[in-house]
């Protein structure tokens, strides 16, 4: 790898570690080949989803399509002067991830800009495209280009995603809809949001959790412990939740403490350690 490279993958990681402690914490429980690869999937969908959510005094459609255009050009021609991009060209080229895994990612970052209320149909896209595709890129990192691997592992990885999308849409339930004027989860109004909705959507996440968690069990012990950690920190983030009213999640941001997370970390290490997972 040239130093160029590095140095790109080395910003990747740099963003990884400003924007979440918990991702990061969870890479550095991946095997080291896997580690700069996976920061570099997350610089790039980082960088996409801050265009959509946070640059507010900006043309954001503008900016997401040169970032469309720029990231295709960078996969194209395997060299980027910006970093993210180049870290993510790198990633890309070298693990095979096909252009409709990205192209369904920007597709609902593009979602985010001008749809408010979803229905069936367009939450499904929305959900494949903002998560489950991120674990499909992932995924291609873990299995090495072993085709084989990657399909038997291909719909536990969506159902990953999937869940952990849908912890975050009832997380963020008030911030999106009273902020952002957004509702993701259909036929539900976020105005008059009632625990018999909260507990269909749990059940829909449960199910979820269950079917991620079996593909968890058959990861290569090099990429195991970091994925687990991460399905532990939701799982433990789900249950707060679920023990929790539907009006308080109108009114409170669950998150769990620096502190459980350490204690998770290491009951997550231990079980790896005597092949519990």
Same mark, same amino acid.
């Given at each position: 790898?040239d130093? #160029?490279?590095?140095?790109? $993958? *080395?910003?990747?990681?740099?963003?990884?570690?400003?924007?979440?402690?918990?991702?990061?914490?969870?890479?550095?429980?991946?095997?080291?080949?896997?580690?700069?690869?996976? &920061?570099?999937?997350?610089?790039?969908?980082?960088?996409?989803?801050?265009i959509?959510?946070?640059?507010?005094?900006?043309?954001?459609?503008?900016?997401?399509?040169?970032f /469309?255009?720029?990231? #295709?050009?960078?996969? =194209?021609?395997? @060299?980027?002067?910006?970093?993210? !991009? &180049?870290?993510? *060209?790198?990633?890309?080229?070298k693990?095979?991830?096909?252009?409709?895994? @990205?192209?369904?990612?920007?597709?609902s970052?593009?979602?985010?800009?001008? &749809?408010?209320?979803?229905?069936?149909?367009?939450?499904?896209? #929305?959900?494949?495209?903002?998560?489950?595709? +991120?674990?499909?890129m992932?995924?291609?990192?873990?299995?090495e280009?072993? %085709?084989?691997?990657y399909?038997?592992?291909?719909?536990?990885?969506?159902?990953l995603?999937?869940?952990?999308q849908?912890i975050?849409? $009832?997380?963020?339930?008030?911030s999106d809809? $009273?902020?952002?004027?957004?509702?993701?989860?259909?036929?539900?109004?976020p %105005?008059?949001?009632?625990?018999?909705?909260?507990?269909?959507?749990? =059940?829909?996440?449960?199910?979820d959790?269950n079917?991620?968690?079996?593909?968890?069990?058959? $990861?290569?012990?090099?990429?195991?412990?970091? +994925?687990? !950690?991460? #399905?532990?920190y939701?799982?433990?983030?789900?249950?707060k @939740?679920?023990?929790?009213?539907?009006?308080?999640?109108?009114?409170?941001?669950? /998150?769990?403490?620096n502190?459980?997370?350490? %204690?998770?970390l290491?009951?997550?290490?231990?079980k &790896?350690?005597?092949?519990?997972?």
């Amino acid at each position: 790898m040239d130093l #160029y490279t590095k140095n790109a $993958l *080395q910003c990747s990681r740099r963003t990884t570690r400003n924007y979440s402690t918990s991702f990061s914490l969870g890479v550095r429980l991946l095997s080291k080949k896997y580690r700069m690869p996976i &920061h570099g999937i997350y610089g790039f969908v980082r960088f996409a989803d801050e265009i959509v959510d946070t640059f507010h005094e900006h043309d954001k459609k503008r900016l997401l399509k040169e970032f /469309r255009e720029d990231t #295709y050009k960078a996969i =194209e021609d395997k @060299i980027s002067t910006n970093p993210i !991009l &180049h870290s993510f *060209q790198y990633v890309v080229n070298k693990y095979s991830i096909e252009k409709e895994t @990205i192209e369904a990612f920007l597709d609902s970052m593009q979602m985010d800009l001008t &749809h408010e209320d979803y229905n069936s149909q367009t939450f499904k896209k #929305y959900v494949y495209g903002s998560a489950e595709v +991120v674990g499909l890129m992932c995924l291609r990192v873990f299995t090495e280009n072993n %085709a084989k691997e990657y399909e038997r592992l291909k719909e536990p990885a969506m159902k990953l995603g999937e869940a952990f999308q849908k912890i975050n849409f $009832l997380r963020d339930l008030s911030s999106d809809y $009273l902020e952002r004027s957004r509702s993701y989860f259909p036929q539900i109004d976020p %105005a008059s949001f009632s625990d018999a909705d909260k507990a269909k959507i749990e =059940e829909d996440i449960a199910i979820d959790f269950n079917e991620a968690y079996e593909g968890i069990k058959r $990861l290569n012990k090099d990429s195991r412990l970091g +994925v687990f !950690l991460a #399905y532990t920190y939701y799982k433990k983030l789900f249950l707060k @939740i679920r023990q929790t009213k539907a009006k308080n999640i109108m009114s409170e941001r669950y /998150r769990i403490s620096n502190t459980r997370k350490m %204690a998770l970390l290491f009951k997550g290490y231990i079980k &790896h350690k005597m092949n519990l997972i």
